[in-house]
């Protein structure tokens, strides 16, 4: 059974940098599923898509929206991959999932070809 996991800090002061780690276990996962996302969710609002990495080749594709901010990356020694949110501010608090895929954007747990993390949440305050 393959299993997420996303670690990382609950509390982030304004204008400082965000980093959480996604640890990947379990199954065989890396041929099916070669894309590795982070989604977030603001309170009161729906999934958003940030980016993804492949786990062959390490590309990375980001949000129009997002891709001056933030910067996906892995590390396929651990099966991790970590996202980074650079000036955060408090509209960047959200519950941020992580998501391996067979397709490049996953915006809902519930679709085939996808598992997800339980969720961390992130609030941006100081």
């Known amino acids: 059974q393959v299993q997420l996991q996303e670690s990382g800090p609950g509390l982030v002061k304004p204008s400082q940098p965000l980093s959480l780690t996604c640890t990947v276990s379990g199954g065989s996962f890396t041929t099916d599923y070669n894309y590795w996302s982070w989604i977030r969710q603001p309170p009161g609002k729906g999934l958003e898509w940030m980016g993804a990495?492949?786990?062959?080749?390490?590309?990375?594709y980001y949000s129009p929206s997002l891709k001056s901010r933030i910067s996906i990356s892995r590390d396929t020694s651990k099966n991790q991959f970590t996202l980074q949110v650079n000036s955060v501010t408090p509209v960047d608090t959200a519950v941020y999932y992580c998501?391996?895929?067979?397709?490049?954007?996953?915006?809902?747990?519930?679709?085939?070809?996808?598992?997800w993390g339980q969720g961390t949440q992130v609030t941006v305050s100081s």
């Open positions: 990495v492949e786990y062959n080749g390490g590309s990375a």
């Open positions: 998501a391996i895929a067979d397709k490049l954007v996953v915006t809902t747990p519930w679709e085939s070809g996808s598992y």
